[in-house]
């Protein structure tokens, strides 16, 4: 490859260092060269059906596809006809080969409890619950919410619903009562999956309650099955609330492995877009098995003997997809923690690869910001030794955080894969595979098999390589979200509008001269910070239900730790005050619509919001003036000028 070959560049991230990949890893890996990867890659873009008819072969099928793709845009099948259980490939196919007694799940809760569970111990404690859903009434094809902390149960709980075809619906653990009742009445969910309560920072969150707060709401929920987590007191509605151990207790042991069509829902996920209601993003069972399986296989480097950790909560894609299907099916052990990184003190996570000897560690690159700053004698007082590979997701990795990552984990020996990917993607589309393509910090590399990226103008007209713009992917790839649960239109209008002939992906982007991609954030309404996705208008539209708020304006500021903050316009009602304590009072209770992590940052009140003359906010100046505190830009089209003096003096 060339070496520093980019002079002009417009980002931020001005990196020109190149680090080749461990020739010690790649002597192991399953993909040893740069050559290996273009070859797999061209044969992956001129004969997809054939790239991944070989793919598919490595999982079980119950019965063979008969067309390997069938596209009509923007609405793909892939493996037509294909019966296959996702449940059966992550589970039975290991016991039924040598996996038995190997680990499949090791898992520490936040108090230092440690539970390993075989292949074949969790494909007893998958057949339970499958049992005790089924006994309790799941059919297939019902939608089942899940709203769980990181335990083996909520790995159990997907794995169950996948084998009687059931359709979950997990939702985060750190979202409050207002996002279950969407999420829940959204999809029409009959019965909800949750626990006691979790351990967090040596204390306990608790999960059940929530759920009762939400169901006074939510009228299609029959059942509620409580997992034992915490052992803390909570209220059974008698009838419709039932424990996990009393169920399972008296379930069949046996629990068949449902034959499910490639194309029948596996799950849904909610994510945030551009308007206040989250997406219900829906994907299948055989393009999203083939897909995390080989991206897992592939990305991961997984071999027989890794311990892989990815720190992700299952609540969020990246759990799924690089928690439990990808790895499993694969057959990797797969380290699951349950509580923060610094409990009861910032060395965790490295105690942890230390303690259970992780080879593969997956985190975000919010977090190695949060381990720098917390200080490097935390991560030395630990042999990471057993490390060999690291990988980031989320947002983009600013080098310095890079080469810490580089030096103070992988102590210069183990790749990094930056993995650009999706909710709506299901695995990662841009990403190193790590023994074949050489780093550079800040940029996710280059395409995987199959993923046909580009980066375009707003009309599609291709962008000069070293130039910025917005990125698209040109063909469709298995594990794609089929559509927005009982919204195909938005589904349309969101992704397939934008940039004709293409799967528009919301993010701005730049390809150097080597066909590096170099993300550079979203370009519409979505903030992400700490790697988790919001929309502004999901906030806006929580504060405008304040009896207080009258309009108000949520805007994404650059923040050294979370990548992006969350600032608020208010504007008052008549008659209403403006005080420090209603400030407070409404960052509370965005908190407690949504969830933590939408609380704003910063809040301020104003007389009005800029707007142009048609009334739409100008977020764009909203942007600047949180994020410099002036504003410079251009404000022609503003409907009042005096909106920007009155909005700084409320600054001061
Ligand atoms: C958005 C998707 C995919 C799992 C986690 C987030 C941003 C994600 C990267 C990366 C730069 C990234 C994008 C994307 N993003 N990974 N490696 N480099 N940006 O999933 O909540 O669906 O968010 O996260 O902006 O569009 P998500």
Same mark, same amino acid.
């Given at each position: 490859?060339?070496?520093?070959?980019?002079?002009?560049?417009?980002?931020?991230?001005?990196?020109?260092?190149?680090?080749?990949?461990?020739?010690?890893?790649?002597?192991?890996?399953?993909?040893?060269?740069?050559?290996?990867?273009?070859?797999?890659?061209?044969?992956?873009? !001129?004969?997809?059906?054939?790239?991944?008819?070989?793919?598919?072969?490595?999982?079980?099928?119950?019965?063979?596809?008969?067309?390997?793709?069938?596209?009509?845009?923007?609405?793909?099948?892939?493996?037509?006809?294909?019966?296959?259980?996702?449940?059966?490939?992550?589970?039975?196919?290991?016991?039924?080969?040598?996996?038995?007694?190997?680990?499949?799940?090791?898992?520490?809760?936040?108090?230092?409890?440690?539970?390993?569970?075989?292949?074949?111990?969790?494909?007893?404690?998958?057949?339970?619950?499958?049992?005790?859903?089924?006994?309790?009434?799941?059919?297939?094809?019902?939608?089942?919410?899940?709203?769980?902390?990181?335990?083996?149960?909520?790995?159990?709980?997907?794995?169950?619903?996948?084998?009687?075809?059931?359709?979950?619906?997990?939702?985060?653990?750190?979202?409050?009562?207002?996002?279950?009742?969407?999420?829940?009445?959204?999809?029409?969910?009959?019965?909800?999956?949750?626990?006691?309560?979790?351990?967090?920072?040596?204390?306990?969150?608790?999960?059940?309650?929530?759920?009762?707060?939400?169901?006074?709401?939510?009228?299609?929920?029959?059942?509620?099955?409580? $997992?034992?987590?915490?052992?803390?007191?909570?209220?059974?509605?008698?009838?419709?609330?039932?424990?996990? $151990?009393?169920?399972?207790?008296?379930?069949?042991?046996?629990?068949?492995?449902?034959?499910?069509?490639?194309?029948?829902?596996?799950?849904?996920?909610?994510?945030?877009?551009?308007?206040?209601?989250?997406?219900?993003?829906?994907?299948?069972?055989?393009?999203?098995?083939?897909?995390?399986?080989?991206?897992?296989?592939?990305?991961?480097?997984?071999?027989?003997?890794?311990?892989?950790?990815?720190?992700?909560?299952?609540?969020?894609?990246?759990?799924?997809?690089?928690?439990?299907?990808?790895?499993?099916?694969?057959?990797?052990?797969?380290?699951?923690?349950?509580?923060?990184?610094?409990?009861?003190?910032?060395?965790?996570?490295?105690?942890?690869?230390?303690?259970?000897?992780?080879?593969?560690?997956?985190?975000?690159?919010?977090?190695?910001?949060?381990?720098?700053?917390?200080?490097?004698?935390?991560?030395?007082?630990?042999?990471?030794?057993?490390?060999?590979?690291?990988?980031?997701?989320?947002?983009?990795?600013?080098?310095?955080?890079?080469?810490?990552?580089?030096?103070?984990?992988? $102590?210069?020996?183990?790749?990094?894969?930056?993995?650009?990917?999706?909710?709506?993607?299901?695995?990662?589309?841009?990403?190193?595979?790590?023994?074949?393509?050489?780093?550079?910090?800040?940029?996710?590399?280059?395409?995987?098999?199959?993923?046909?990226?580009?980066?375009?103008?707003?009309?599609?007209?291709?962008?000069?390589?070293?130039?910025?713009?917005?990125?698209?992917?040109?063909?469709?790839?298995?594990?794609?979200?089929?559509?927005?649960?009982?919204?195909?239109?938005?589904?349309?209008?969101?992704?397939?509008? !934008?940039?004709?002939?293409?799967?528009?992906?919301?993010?701005?982007?730049?390809?150097?001269?080597?066909?590096?991609?170099?993300?550079?954030?979203?370009?519409?309404?979505?903030?992400?910070?700490?790697? $988790?996705?919001?929309?502004?208008?999901?906030?806006?539209?929580a504060l405008?239900a304040h009896?207080a708020v009258?309009?108000?304006?949520?805007?994404?500021?650059?923040?050294?730790?979370?990548?992006?903050?969350?600032?608020?316009?208010?504007?008052?009602? !008549?008659?209403?005050?403006?005080?420090?304590?209603?400030?407070?009072e409404l960052r509370k209770w965005v908190a407690k619509e949504?969830?933590?992590?939408?609380r704003?940052?910063?809040?301020?009140?104003?007389?009005?919001?800029?707007?142009?003359?048609?009334?739409?906010?100008?977020?764009?100046?909203?942007?600047?003036?949180?994020?410099?505190?002036?504003?410079?830009?251009?404000?022609?089209?503003?409907?009042?000028?005096?909106?920007?003096?009155?909005?700084?003096?409320?600054?001061?």
């Amino acid at each position: 490859m060339s070496t520093v070959s980019e002079t002009s560049f417009d980002s931020l991230l001005r990196e020109n260092r190149v680090f080749p990949p461990n020739a010690e890893f790649a002597a192991r890996a399953h993909i040893k060269t740069r050559e290996q990867y273009d070859a797999m890659y061209r044969r992956s873009i !001129e004969q997809p059906e054939e790239f991944w008819a070989d793919a598919a072969r490595e999982l079980d099928w119950f019965e063979p596809w008969t067309k390997v793709l069938e596209w009509e845009q923007p609405w793909a099948k892939w493996f037509v006809g294909g019966k296959l259980n996702l449940s059966h490939n992550c589970v039975d196919r290991h016991v039924q080969g040598s996996r038995a007694q190997k680990p499949a799940i090791i898992w520490e809760g936040e108090p230092g409890e440690v539970r390993t569970l075989t292949f074949a111990e969790l494909l007893t404690e998958v057949q339970l619950a499958a049992s005790m859903l089924k006994e309790a009434g799941v059919q297939k094809g019902d939608r089942v919410a899940i709203y769980m902390g990181m335990c083996p149960e909520l790995a159990i709980a997907l794995l169950a619903c996948a084998r009687i075809g059931a359709v979950h619906n997990v939702i985060f653990g750190g979202f409050a009562a207002h996002a279950l009742v969407d999420r829940i009445n959204d999809s029409g969910c009959v019965a909800v999956l949750t626990q006691d309560g979790g351990y967090r920072r040596g204390g306990e969150v608790k999960l059940k309650p929530i759920v009762d707060e939400a169901l006074k709401s939510c009228p299609t929920i029959r059942t509620v099955i409580v $997992h034992r987590r915490t052992g803390s007191e909570v209220a059974m509605t008698p009838g419709r609330d039932f424990w996990w $151990h009393e169920l399972t207790a008296k379930a069949s042991p046996n629990c068949l492995a449902e034959s499910m069509d490639a194309e029948d829902p596996l799950f849904i996920l909610y994510t945030s877009g551009t308007t206040g209601k989250p997406k219900g993003l829906v994907h299948t069972t055989g393009g999203y098995a083939v897909g995390t399986y080989l991206t897992s296989k592939y990305v991961f480097d997984l071999q027989e003997d890794d311990v892989y950790f990815c720190t992700a909560d299952i609540g969020w894609i990246t759990g799924h997809s690089y928690v439990v299907y990808g790895p499993l099916q694969n057959g990797a052990t797969v380290l699951m923690y349950e509580g923060a990184p610094n409990w009861p003190e910032p060395d965790r996570f490295w105690q942890i690869i230390d303690r259970h000897k992780v080879t593969i560690f997956y985190t975000a690159p919010t977090a190695i910001r949060a381990f720098i700053k917390w200080g490097d004698e935390w991560v030395r007082k630990y042999s990471l030794a057993s490390l060999r590979l690291l990988g980031t997701v989320g947002e983009p990795i600013n080098p310095e955080a890079w080469m810490w990552f580089h030096r103070e984990i992988g $102590h210069e020996r183990c790749p990094i894969a930056d993995t650009w990917w999706q909710t709506e993607t299901g695995g990662h589309m841009i990403a190193p595979i790590p023994g074949a393509i050489a780093a550079k910090p800040g940029s996710a590399t280059v395409p995987f098999f199959g993923v046909d990226a580009a980066v375009v103008t707003k009309e599609g007209e291709p962008v000069p390589d070293g130039h910025g713009g917005l990125l698209i992917i040109r063909k469709p790839w298995p594990s794609m979200a089929r559509t927005i649960y009982g919204n195909p239109e938005r589904y349309v209008a969101a992704y397939w509008s !934008e940039i004709p002939g293409a799967y528009f992906t919301g993010d701005g982007a730049r390809r150097d001269a080597d066909g590096y991609f170099w993300l550079m954030g979203r370009v519409d309404d979505v903030i992400n910070v700490s790697g $988790h996705r919001l929309g502004t208008a999901e906030i806006e539209s929580a504060l405008v239900a304040h009896p207080a708020v009258a309009e108000a304006a949520v805007v994404g500021r650059p923040d050294d730790l979370k990548g992006q903050a969350i600032s608020a316009f208010v504007t008052l009602e !008549e008659h209403v005050t403006a005080t420090d304590d209603l400030k407070q009072e409404l960052r509370k209770w965005v908190a407690k619509e949504i969830g933590a992590l939408a609380r704003p940052d910063d809040l301020r009140f104003t007389q009005t919001l800029p707007k142009t003359r048609s009334g739409k906010i100008m977020r764009r100046l909203l942007r600047e003036l949180a994020t410099t505190g002036e504003v410079k830009g251009d404000t022609t089209t503003l409907e009042d000028f005096t909106v920007i003096a009155k909005l700084r003096e409320q600054d001061e």
